[in-house]
Nanobody, 122 residues
């Protein structure tokens, strides 16, 4: 069983930055790709970013490129999401997830965290 615990969410003003963290349990963290997703009220969950097993390859939702950066520290079993220039429309619950494969992707995730709320005020 893999446990994923997100942290770092909160209430911020538009234009601010936040860094989310996701700590994973287990010994196989460095074997798998990780991803971030988000779900806004009344909307479906959407892909945000993904990173391959080593951290050497990443992918992003087109609308978020340039503002969000995903990274990982395999020594700490942690994946991060740096969010800059936050907008009101970034308000959502953010989830991290572990993919079934080593390469990054927008689907194929089988372990999920409980999520952390990010609220951006105008």
């Amino acid at each position: 069983q893999v446990l994923l615990v997100e942290s770092g969410g909160g209430l911020v003003q538009a234009g601010s930055s936040l860094r989310l963290s996701c700590a994973a349990s287990g010994r196989t963290f460095s074997t798998y790709a990780m991803g971030w997703f988000r779900q806004a009220p009344g909307k479906e969950r959407e892909f945000v970013a993904s990173i391959n097993w080593s951290g050497g390859s990443t992918g992003y939702a087109d609308s978020l490129k340039g503002r969000f950066t995903i990274s990982r520290d395999n020594a700490k079993n942690t994946v991060y999401l740096q969010m800059n220039s936050l907008k009101v429309e970034d308000t959502a619950v953010y989830f991290c997830a572990r993919r079934r494969a080593a390469g990054w992707g927008e689907d194929g995730y089988n372990y999920w965290g409980q999520g952390t709320q990010v609220t951006v005020s105008s």
